[in-house]
C-alpha cells in the first residue's frame, strides 16, 4: 500500500518517505518494522539500516508456514538463513525481535493448521539462540497458542502477543506468565466486550501501543471511536485523509494505517483506563523499551 498499489492495482506513486516524515512529525521516535518472511526480514532490514529509527522483525508468519516447513532446501536450511539474517542484525543493531510468529485459525486456506504449529515451534529456536523477545500472532486458535507459550516460556526472555482481540480469561493467562505484554491496536478496539477485557484483565503497566499499518484502522463504528477528539475517526495526528482516488503526497489515505495514528491509540486506551493521554503515552513507551531492548538509537542527531 506504501507503494501506492491496492489489491494489485497501482492507484497512485509510491509515498513511503512522506508516511515516515508524518509519523516523524507526529512524535514517533522508534518505529518497528515486520517481517513475516525470510524475503520481508531483508526488506524490512534495508529499510531499517537507512534511519536509525527504524528497526526490524525476522520470523515467518503462520499463514506463510509452508515457507518454512515445506522449503526446497529443507527445513533446516530455511531456520539457518533466518538466523544468519538475525545474527547479521544484531551486528547492526537493526533487529529487534523474533517474529512475527505464532497461530492463525481464521486462515487456514493459506496454511494448514498442523504446518502452523510445526512453523511456530521451529521458531522458538531462534528467540532461544539469539536472546531476542518474541513479536507473537495469535488468532482464533483456542488454547493451541496458550499451550505452545506455556511449553516453551523457558526458551525466550520476553515477549508481545500483538493485535489482541481475545476475551477476559486469555488475557489473564497469558499475563501471568513472565515477562509477556499485550500489543493493542485498532482491532482490539472494535466491541464494547473488548474494552471492558482490556480494562478490566490487561493493566496499563502490561500494554504496548501498535498500529499493525497499514492495517488496523480505527473505523467509526467501532466502540473505541467515541474516545477520539476528532469525531470517531483516527486521523487525531492532525493529517488530512482523502480517498486513494485523491492521493495527494501530504494527506493520508483512507482506510490505509499509518505510525503517525499511534496517538489516536493512546488517546482510546486513556479513555478506556480513565487517564491521561500523557499517562499513558509514557507508561507504553516504557513498556516498548522494556519489551525491545534493542529499541535504542543508532546515532546521534535524531
Known sequence: MYQGKYNGSQKHPPDLDRVLARAWE???????????????????????????????????????????VEAEDGMAAHMDELLDLIKDGQK???????????????????????????????QFTLAEETGLPMFLHNRNCGEDFVHMLQRHRHRFSQGVVHSFTGPCSEAQTLLSMEKIYIGLNGCSFKTGDQLMTIKNSIPLEKTLLETDAPWCDVRPTHAGAKYLTSGGSAEVATFETVKKEKWSRDKCVKG????????????????????????????????????????TLRNEGF
Open 26 to 68: 507526529a512524535g514517533l521516535s522508534h518505529i518497528i518494522i515486520t517481517a513475516g518472511t525470510a524475503n520481508e526480514a531483508r526488506t524490512a532490514l534495508n529499510l531499517a539500516s537507512e534511519d536509525p529509527r527504524l528497526f526490524a522483525t525476522v520470523g515467518v508468519h503462520p499463514t506463510r508456514c509452508k515457507e518454512l
Open 92 to 122: 547492526t543493531g537493526n533487529v529487534v525481535a523474533v517474529g512475527e510468529c505464532g497461530l492463525d485459525y481464521d486462515r487456514l486456506h493459506f496454511c494448514e493448521k498442523p504446518t502452523q504449529l510445526k512453523g511456530f515451534e521451529a
Open 256 to 295: 490505509r494505517n499509518e505510525p503517525c495514528h499511534i496517538r489516536g491509540m493512546a488517546q482510546i486506551l486513556a479513555g478506556i483506563h480513565d487517564t491521561t493521554l500523557t499517562h499513558v503515552e509514557e507508561v507504553c513507551y516504557e513498556n516498548s523499551m522494556a519489551c525491545f531492548p534493542g529499541l
